[in-house]
Each structure stands twice: as C-alpha cells, then as structure tokens.
C-alpha cells in the first residue's frame, strides 16, 4: 500500500482531455517535487514530468502537470491510442526518508 | 548515446540471492546517481535505493534495509544491485536508472530496460 495514492484507472476517447490526480501527505508532495512516469505495456518507464511541471525534451505539450498542497495531477489534452500506458506519480518522503511511487494508473483510450 | 544496459533474466529458490548488473555508457559515469527500482506483477513502481557511484555512498529504503547491497565498480562503470534472503514476493521486473542529483527535481531521466527475477 503506497503512501501516495493513485486512481487505478482512468479512460477516456480519442482527443479527449483526462487528468490523473496523485495524493499524498505534508512529508512527500506536500514538501517536495513531483515527477511523473510513463511505462507502456513491455517498456521501461520513461520521465514525462519533472519539477511538477516541466517537460523533457521531446514529450509533446498535451503532457502537463501540476501541484498544489499535498495532491499532484498530470493532464493529458488530444488523447491518443498511443497514450494508452500506465502512469505513475513520484516523490521523495522525508519521513521515510526515501522515494515513493504512487500506485499508479492505467489509462484506457476507448 | 546514453545506455544503462542490465544483465540477463534470473531465477532463483527462495532464501537465495540474485545479483544484477547495470553497465551505463554515453556519459560520465560518476556524474550521475543509480536508483534501482521494482516493479512487481500486478503492482505499481517500487523505489529500493541509491547509489552514488562515485564513492559508492548508499541510501536504501527501510523495507529493504536488511538484505540489499548495493556497489559501483569505476572501471567498468557498472552498477550492481544484490537482494538477498528471497521469496516469492521479490518476483519483479528490477531497472536501474539515472538522476542527476540524490533524488533531484529533475526526475529519472534514462532507465535500463529490466532484470526479470524469478523466485
């Protein structure tokens, strides 16, 4: 049981926009960064996210993230069959005094 | 081009020990610190730790405090990840990956493609 907490699902259509929100408590988002994760069926995960809302290189502008208290969200605008992955929100907990991973989600495009 | 290149699949009877390896490329190798992290069937990413490979300065996550060992060897500039005392639950897919800095803002950037342990 992960001590940020992810919806484990999440759907929507063809250029929809869908948001995946991403809990967590004064010791992890509330006081540190976010970064979000994409793992698509058989890959390594691969960064979409950092500094709760910056973009590498290369991952398009319909990726966007956010923070605010101790909850995260990742926005993905003009849904494509190809964002259909799982994703994961991280931080550092300074109580546990290590990285937490939420659970993560699995988005279905319909 | 950057690379962290894992070694081969593994299994392993419970109460063993597995060793993986992560050879990294395409950059300098002390620049950068090695999480590893799991990521059982069924289950969400797992952090186990860290490691600075420059002098081989280590953090490990409480839950597996008691038997991981992590190590760097500089002239290979390979990572090696160790979990010992295995059961069934450390059945996972294991990936190393780099940051930039101890847990730094700008996330994980570059990921091995995975170490698939079997106990």
Redesign the interface.
Known sequence: QSVVTQPPSASGTPGQRVTISCSGSTSNIGSNDVCWYQQLPGTAPKLLIFKNSQRPSGVPDRFSGSRSGTSASLAISGLRSEDEADYFCAAWDDSLRGGVFGGGTKLTVL | QVQLVQSGAEMRKPGASVKVSCKTSGYSFGAFYI?W?R?APGQ????M??INPNIGDT????KFQDRIVMTSDSSTSTVYLELSSLTSEDTAVY?C?RDVGF?S?????V????TTVTV
């Not at chain 2, 969400?44 to 952090?47: F, P, S, V």
Request: charged letters at 10%; proline letters at 0%.
């Open positions: 999480h992290v990521k969400g990413l797992e952090w730790g860290i953090t490990y996550s409480q990936h990956t847990w803002a700008n996330g994980m950037d990921w091995g493609q995975g």
